[in-house]
């Protein structure tokens, strides 16, 4: 794409509304990043999006996802049919290989690779083929080892991290589609006036009424508008303070220990319902003594 659509990609993660249809966009979008390969090395230029199609006539898209501050690449995904497909690489700021995994049909099927931002190989974990446990760096760099249990590629049994540098969690995921919710959304098929080129984007209403109805933007003529829907954002959940993952439908259940990392006692329990809404919390004080106890009403849906 040209710099306008290339432009309204970013408004639209902006807005966290972005989604497109697989065969609606032109075969490469550039857009001019840097990403630094060594000190004295020179910066390397290249592309958010590139299309191929088989002889087959199946398209395979690659996305790249540029830091927008320095700005250079920080992962790379391949999608076959809309879905994740393929190698998945993710990088550090300084240009190193993070992680490197493989999907299948939108599902994590095996892990390949992992290091730190030195290089230095980090144990990737068990999951091959869908089943088995991913292993991954808190986002504080408190702790190395962290883990996710996998089954068939969704996201079922052990979970293990660290909050921050006083607090362990463990507990159990599930994986749930029912209790996503959704909200409302505009599907657009619209023609940038400078390029000529069409595109078909999802947006919600928001970021539908801010680029397409705001008489100070002029850079689009739209073709059609039709309601649909995005999914809810990744829900933090109460009490654990935590969210898993991009994917709303991932819900903690049965019980949660945060654990004091410094002397091994208990901090808090909570023990969450078949929907991932907390029915019991434990508090603990220093010595791992129970200091208090709520409970809470079961849903027979996830709250929000």
Not at 54 to 61: I, K, P, R, W
Not at 71 to 82: F, K, N, R
Not at 190 to 218: C, P, Q, W
Request: hydrophobic share 35%; aromatic share 14%; proline share 3%.
């Amino acid at each position: 794409m040209k710099k306008h659509i290339t432009a309204l990609f970013f408004i639209f993660m902006f807005f966290y509304s972005f989604s497109q249809s697989s065969d609606s966009l032109p075969v490469k979008s550039f857009i001019n990043f840097n990403r630094p390969r060594g000190i004295g090395e020179i910066f390397a230029t290249g592309q958010i999006e590139e299309r191929n199609i088989s002889v087959e006539g199946d398209t395979l898209v690659r996305t790249f996802d540029i830091n927008r501050e320095f700005p250079q690449v920080l992962s790379e995904t391949s999608y076959l049919h809309g879905k994740k497909n393929g190698l998945a690489v993710s990088y550090f700021q300084n240009g190193l290989v993070k992680e490197i995994n493989y999907y299948l049909n939108d599902r994590i099927w095996s892990v390949f690779s992992r290091a730190d931002s030195s290089g230095r190989l980090l144990f990737p974990g068990t999951l091959h083929n869908g089943n088995g446990t991913k292993y991954f760096s808190d986002n504080l760099g408190y702790e190395p080892n962290c883990y996710i249990t996998f089954k068939n590629g969704l996201p079922e049994g052990a979970y293990y991290c660290q909050l921050d540098e006083g607090i362990q969690i463990k507990g159990e995921l599930t994986w749930r589609k029912s209790e996503v919710r959704y909200r409302p959304a505009k599907k657009v098929t619209f023609i940038d006036n400078f390029s000529g080129e069409k595109a078909t984007m999802v947006f919600d209403t928001i970021g539908y009424r801010s680029i397409f109805l705001n008489d100070h933007h002029n850079d689009y003529k739209i073709l059609s508008v039709s309601d649909d829907s995005l999914e809810e954002s990744v829900k933090i959940y109460k009490f654990i303070n935590v969210g898993f993952g991009d994917d709303p439908a991932t819900i903690p259940k049965g019980t949660w220990l945060l654990i004091n990392t410094k002397n091994g006692h208990l901090k808090m329990e909570v023990r969450y319902d078949d929907h991932g809404n907390a029915v019991s919390v434990k508090t603990f004080n220093e010595n791992g003594e129970i200091i208090s106890e709520q409970k809470y009403p079961s849903y027979n849906r996830r709250l929000w």
